[in-house]
Nanobody, 122 residues
Framework: VQLQASGGGLVQPGGSLRLSCLHF????????IGWFRQAPGKEREWVSC????????IYRDSVKSRFTVSRDKARNMVYLQMDSLRPEDTAVYYC????????????????WGQGTLVTVSS
């Protein structure tokens, strides 16, 4: 059982990308969806998440006001809109789904996607 994350690529500093998270078998509405990232040589870190109860969102400080997480329930998709990208945002980005958990700890998430690479470089 896996989520599918897509939308990564190469973008210049200051540019934008939108990542998508999809699962073909279950409805994402019932799960909190978290986004995590792992830069080369670094530990994986939490980026953002959206609640299953009321779609409330939280963000790590370094991406606040630049990244936006949202749901499209009709398409069973969750998006991470990333604006004003910086070289330090370069990483493999993962989406993950949590049943009964909404937070920043990766251990709280039940299902993970395979990751999509975001490279911010001029």
């Amino acid at each position: 059982v896996q989520l599918q994350a897509s939308g990564g690529g190469l973008v210049q500093p200051g540019g934008s990308l939108r990542l998508s998270c999809l699962h073909f078998e279950f409805t994402l509405d019932y799960y909190a969806i978290g986004w995590f990232r792992q830069a080369p040589g670094k530990e994986r870190e939490w980026v953002s998440c959206i609640s299953s109860l009321d779609d409330s969102t939280i963000y790590r400080d370094s991406v606040k006001s630049r990244f936006t997480v949202s749901r499209d329930k009709a398409r069973n998709m969750v998006y991470l809109q990333m604006d004003s990208l910086r070289p330090e945002d370069t990483a493999v980005y993962y989406c993950a789904a949590a049943w009964g958990y909404f937070g920043t700890e990766s251990a709280g998430y039940d299902f993970w996607g395979q990751g999509t690479l975001v490279t911010v470089s001029s």
